[in-house]
């Protein structure tokens, strides 16, 4: 079953359980299934395309009020703090459960109703999602000044309003058309003139029928007449509408389905442009390396035709490094022992500290199987016990050294005195790391 290209599924509670209509509200709703089951879950065969659902009247609470403005933008404010001094704080990740609606407008004035969705029990949704939620009261025309009552879902429901318009509804507490319900009715109207909220008191009520069993009796009319207090009449439901725009009313459950669907979405977006990231990255390095393979061919030709002169030149480089430590002039034995004379603390002739020994090797050690260049200098050396103090200045020198700066390890170990001679003797040795 499908519907006609911008028909529109309107799933409505009816008399006894849910119903299927279809169309539009250019070219009117059509009945396709009166199913009988009270369970929205239960209702199969729904036509594919758009699907909206009109909430029961049991399901929804009213709380109509007059705001003392007619600036629309602060409107939806002022029926959360109405529906707050009501006592009535909906839970934040409970769906869109309230809404408002505004019945009249004046100057300095605003009658409008504030209605909250109660949260919905399983079952009460049907298998396919729904892309719209608005109320039943609102998709029937109502009969201006007069209060209209009807079946829905089992249960007697009553409503004041115009059409296209719903000033208040409730469900009856009676299952029966009798004198009670007539009573509560006649309750509910007085209160909203007590409130002010009803400018005219509804001279009589018209009960929907829909040729069924369900429709109420001779004897329930006369008895709800009783308790209303005035005149009772029966007429055709009339066939629904779709109000424009819709509510804003959004059950938890399809509230949460939408999220989780939107973030499949966002993830699946994602990963499509992370696969398209990833095949464009491929794309790029297959170039990179066609590129790269055409350079290393070309390079690998150059190499060939370079071949035995490269041979040659690998070889005398192999040689020069061989012959490095002897044309390292800045390790030259002259050169370092200029530079260990200038760091000596002596000054003004007096030669406060005297060299012995200076020993000065630059060639290759083995360290760890390898060969390893490792320039090294020993400087020995004797002061007189009354010059002790000019060591450190010496030590000092040799750190500082401009000549010798290439000599970044040094011990310089304590002096000990030679008994034989009676001067203080030293031997400090200092490493080098080669800048080639």
């Not at 109703?113 to 396919?128: D, I, K, M, Y």
């Not at 008994?419 to 080669?434: C, D, L, Q, V």
Request: glycine share 8%; charged share 25%; proline share 6%.
């Amino acid at each position: 079953m499908s519907n006609k290209k911008g028909d529109l599924t309107l799933f409505l509670p009816g008399t006894d359980g849910w119903e299927v209509w279809t169309g539009s509200n250019a070219s009117g709703f059509q009945l396709k299934n009166a199913s009988g089951e009270k369970i929205a879950l239960n209702v199969s065969g729904l036509p594919s395309g758009g699907l909206h659902m009109a909430l029961p009247v049991r399901q929804i609470s009213a709380l109509p009020f007059r705001a003392p403005t007619s600036d629309i933008a602060l409107l939806g404010d002022l029926a959360t703090m109405h529906l707050e001094q009501n006592g009535i704080r909906p839970a934040l990740d409970g769906g869109q459960l309230t809404d408002h609606f505004v019945y009249g407008t004046e100057v300095d004035s605003t009658l409008l109703t504030a209605v909250l969705l109660s949260p919905l029990e399983e079952g009460q949704l049907p298998r396919r999602s729904p892309q719209a939620f608005d109320l039943s009261v609102r998709c029937l025309p109502l009969v201006e000044e007069n209060v209209v009552i009807w079946r829905e879902l089992g249960r007697w429901v009553f409503a004041l309003g115009k059409p296209g318009q719903a000033l208040y509804f409730q469900c009856l507490s009676s299952e029966h058309l009798d004198e009670r319900a007539g009573n509560e009715i006649k309750l509910a109207i007085t209160q909203l003139q007590i409130q002010g909220l009803l400018e005219e008191v509804p001279t009589g009520a018209v009960i929907w029928t829909n040729e069924s069993a369900s429709d109420a009796r001779p004897e329930e009319i006369e008895s709800i007449s009783r308790g209303l207090g005035g005149q009772v009449q029966t007429v055709p439901r009339p066939a629904p509408t779709w109000p424009t725009p819709p509510s804003r009313l959004l059950p938890a459950d399809v509230r949460a389905e939408r999220v989780a669907k939107k973030n499949r979405r966002n993830r699946n977006i994602l990963i499509a442009a992370l696969v398209m990231a990833y095949l464009g990255l491929l794309a790029f390095l297959y170039l990179r390396l066609d590129e790269a393979k055409k350079e290393a061919q070309i390079a690998q030709n150059k190499y060939n035709d370079l071949g035995p002169g490269v041979a040659e030149l690998q070889e005398h480089e192999a040689k020069w490094d061989e012959l490095s430590p002897v044309v390292m002039d800045e390790y030259y034995p002259l050169e370092l022992l200029l530079g260990v004379y200038r760091a000596l603390p002596n000054e003004n002739g007096v030669r406060y500290v005297r060299l012995t020994t200076v020993e000065c090797t630059n060639q290759y050690k083995l360290n760890d199987e390898q060969l390893v260049l490792e320039p090294t200098i020993v400087i020995e050396g004797q002061t007189s016990e009354e010059n002790e103090g000019k060591i450190p200045d010496f030590i000092q020198n040799l750190k500082e050294s401009n000549d010798l700066n290439t000599f970044k390890e040094w011990s310089f170990p304590a002096q000990k005195k030679d008994n034989r001679s009676g001067f203080m003797t030293f031997k400090y040795e200092g490493k080098a790391i080669p800048q080639f």
